[in-house]
Each structure stands twice: as structure tokens, then as C-alpha cells.
């Protein structure tokens, strides 16, 4: 079995300091009433940063984007997590899969952004080419150094393991990591009438450059204590005191909550309407809810009446991340006559939440750097928070305890 590569450079020790914060984060998430929030160097620190990286995200399924942003053979999407380049492609015999798009030969990235590459991947610095399967197919002027067919032999595009689930695409940089969807299924099922698996992408907006932490962007749409003050009156027709928590156990890989509406058909903007049509395969306890969900480390989204909105957080750093957003519709919705203007109208709506949140979120990463800042208690109403804890403490402790046993 494939190991995963670590940098020799980059320290992955537990220091002193590191073995400090991870105590203090395995004594704070045992329960609500006794626990405390996570210490501010989890947000801040380059140090827990780079063990993070290692312990959740190196072994972690990651969520890329959705089956039919790439329908043809060559679309491909091009999704950065921190130092890892990765590309999610379709190949000619209409299979997904995902690479690391960094030549073999001086380690040029392969491709930016998304579209189509056609049947190949040409490398832009001296041609190297490769299929869509990732072997190298042509490498100009090599054959004087090392005969082609030797290098083909051994030359392909590192391959990482590709799961879907409900149309995302995941895949996971540990070769040995256990597949994702068992770990789903009281979510699948509390999903099963909404037929995700058959919703038509949007076009996914970026958001780059996001001046905070990877954890309080999952935190923000897990937690809905902060939507009774933040949101307000924005927010009165799902209140938080219509959520009901889910229990949470070890072999969950997702945390979630329904939270009722007032009224059945709402929706998140200004009117508290759906605007547009209702899925018609909901039944009614569906149409007076919405469901918030996080499948860690980098994937949430919320379920209403009338489609799907997501949001795929990229680490770029300690306090940095990009996002890629993006909304699903039942196709019947889009063919709506006035689609195109109820989606606009239905897109702003979500961003005046985007907005407030983000700012709060900037706010909270510019706290947690004060030397002063001590974890926080929990309300009751943060239940689905202390999952996302336990979530990280048992994927922190099990890595931790790989690094002492090495
Ligand atoms: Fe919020």
C-alpha cells in the first residue's frame, strides 16, 4: 500500500507547545456543559496549521465540486487545497478522476482554472503530455536520454481515490482511507426526498483571498445560536429555537441539524419565500425546514424547499481561505420561464447572509490572535459545534498518536 508523502522540511513533531493545545482541545469537547470552545492557536498558529494539514486534511475526504460541472470527456476543475494542487477530470471513458496536476518532469501545474483540455494535459514549459488516464503519452527530445517507452513506464500523474455522493465529487490523498459514504448514512437518509444526486449545478462563484481560518467558515453555517442576533430579523422565520439536533457519533462523517420554518416554503432572503418552485417529492415536514450540514473537512451546504446552496472551503494558510460557492436546482426548476431572474433574485438573498457572516468571521480571526483570548463555554444551542470538535479531536488524537508511535 502507498504511503502519503509528507515535506521532510515541514515540522510534524508534536512540540511541547502542540501536545499543550491538543490536551486543551480533548478537555473541552467531552460535553456541553463542562467543555470549552477551541484555543485560538487552532485558528491562528502556523505550527498547528501544519499539523492540521497533516491529520485532517492529507486524510480527509475532500469534496472537489460536482459531477456535472465536468459532463464531457476532458472538463476538468482545477481545486487548490493549501499546498495541494488537485484537478477533477473526466476521462475518455466518461469516469471521474483526480490528479495531482504537477508534471513529473520539473513540476510545472499542468492546468489553472476549469474547461476542457481536450484529451490531454500538455504541460505549457517544455510539452510533456499526458492522457487522461495520467500516463505521460509524449515527451519531446527525451528519447537521447532515457528511451520513451522507459519513460512512460514510469511516468504518470499521481492518481488519488474518487468517490461521488448524492453528484459531489470527493477523494481522499490517503490511499488507504476507508470510502466516505458509510460514514453518511443518517444524512443520506435524512436527504433522500430532496434527489440531489439529479440537481443542476449553477455556475460556481470564487470567492478568494478570505482573511480567516478554514474551521470558522463550517463553524458559521453548523451553528445556529449566532442566527437569532447576527441575522436578526433576516433570519426570524428559521429560528434557532426550532432546531433540532442530531446525535453525533465516532464513525460520523457528517454533522447536521434541521432547523423549522414559521411558515412552510421559506426561503433565505428578504420576502422569507421560496422564489422558486417547491421540490415536489418533499413531504411536509420537509417543506417547513431547512437542513444545515457539514461534511468536514472542507464541505457544507443547506438543503431548502426549493434547491441546495454549497460551499467548498480551500485552506490557503493559517488565516487564509478561498471559497467556491455554488447553488442546485431540480432541472424542472431551471426550465422555469423566469428562471434566470428568479435565481438572480434568489442568489442575492443568500449573499446579504454571506455578508454578514463574513464579517463576523473576520472579526473572530482578528480575536483569536490576542494573547489574551481563553476557549469559550457553550450555549446549548451550539450542540452541532461540540460535534465538529469531537469530529477534529478524534482525527487530532489518532494522528498524534501515529507521530508518538513512529
Ligand atoms: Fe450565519
Redesign the pocket.
Known amino acids: 500500500m502507498k504511503s502519503i508523502p509528507h515535506s521532510v522540511i515541514r515540522t510534524v513533531a508534536l512540540s511541547e507547545g502542540l501536545r499543550r493545545v491538543l490536551k486543551t482541545i480533548d478537555d473541552g469537547c467531552s460535553d456541553l456543559a463542562g467543555g470549552f470552545n477551541l484555543p485560538r492557536e487552532c485558528y491562528t498558529d502556523p505550527e498547528f496549521y501544519a499539523f492540521e494539514q497533516e491529520a485532517i486534511f492529507m486524510r480527509s475526504w475532500l469534496c472537489l465540486g460536482r459531477v456535472d460541472e465536468i459532463p464531457e470527456p476532458g472538463d476538468f476543475v482545477r481545486v487548490d487545497m493549501d499546498d495541494e494542487p488537485l484537478v477533477m477530470v473526466r476521462d475518455s471513458e466518461g469516469e471521474i478522476r483526480v490528479f495531482t496536476p504537477v508534471c513529473a518532469h520539473r513540476g510545472h501545474v499542468l492546468c489553472e482554472g476549469s474547461g476542457s483540455t481536450g484529451r490531454l494535459f500538455r504541460c505549457p514549459f517544455h510539452a510533456w503530455t499526458y492522457g487522461l488516464d495520467g500516463h505521460l503519452v509524449a515527451a519531446p527530445s527525451m528519447n537521447e536520454t532515457v528511451p520513451l517507452a522507459d519513460l512512460k513506464a514510469e511516468t504518470s500523474l499521481p492518481s488519488h481515490q474518487v468517490e461521488i455522493w448524492n453528484g459531489f465529487v470527493f477523494t481522499n490523498l490517503d490511499p488507504a482511507a476507508p470510502p466516505l459514504t458509510p460514514t453518511l448514512h443518517k444524512l443520506t437518509a435524512a436527504l433522500e426526498n430532496y434527489h440531489i444526486e439529479d440537481m443542476v449545478s449553477m455556475p460556481v462563484a470564487e470567492i478568494r483571498d478570505c482573511e480567516w481560518n478554514w474551521k470558522p467558515q463550517l463553524e ?2 453548523i ?1 445556529p445560536y ?2 437569532a442576533y ?2 436578526g430579523v433576516l ?1 426570524d422565520f428559521a429560528h434557532v429555537r426550532l432546531t433540532s439536533f442530531v446525535p453525533f457519533e465516532e464513525a460520523d462523517g457528517a454533522v447536521y441539524h434541521p432547523t423549522g420554518f414559521y411558515h412552510e416554503n421559506a426561503g433565505f432572503n428578504p420576502t422569507a419565500q421560496a422564489l422558486l418552485p417547491i421540490i415536489p417529492t418533499l413531504n411536509e415536514e420537509q417543506r417547513k425546514e431547512v437542513i444545515f450540514a457539514s461534511i468536514p473537512p472542507n464541505l457544507g451546504f443547506g438543503v431548502v424547499p426549493e434547491g441546495l446552496f454549497y460551499y467548498l472551503v480551500l485552506p490557503a494558510g493559517p488565516g487564509k481561505i478561498n471559497l467556491r460557492i455554488g447553488h442546485l436546482y431540480p432541472e424542472e426548476s431551471t426550465q422555469h420561464p423566469v428562471f434566470e431572474h428568479l435565481y438572480k433574485i434568489a442568489q442575492d438573498g443568500l449573499v446579504i ?1 454571506h455578508n ?2 463574513a464579517s ?1 468571521t473576520a472579526s473572530v480571526q482578528r480575536g483569536n490572535k490576542s494573547r489574551f483570548r481563553q476557549p469559550g463555554r457553550y450555549s446549548f444551542q451550539e450542540e452541532s459545534l461540540l460535534q465538529f470538535y469531537q469530529w477534529l479531536n478524534i482525527r487530532y488524537q489518532a494522528y498524534a498518536r501515529t507521530l508518538d508511535d513512529a
Do not use: A, C, M, Y
Request: no cysteine; glycine share 8%; hydrophobic share 15%.
Open positions: 458559521n453555517g451553528e449566532h442566527s447576527l441575522h433570519h447572509f454578514q457572516d463576523s
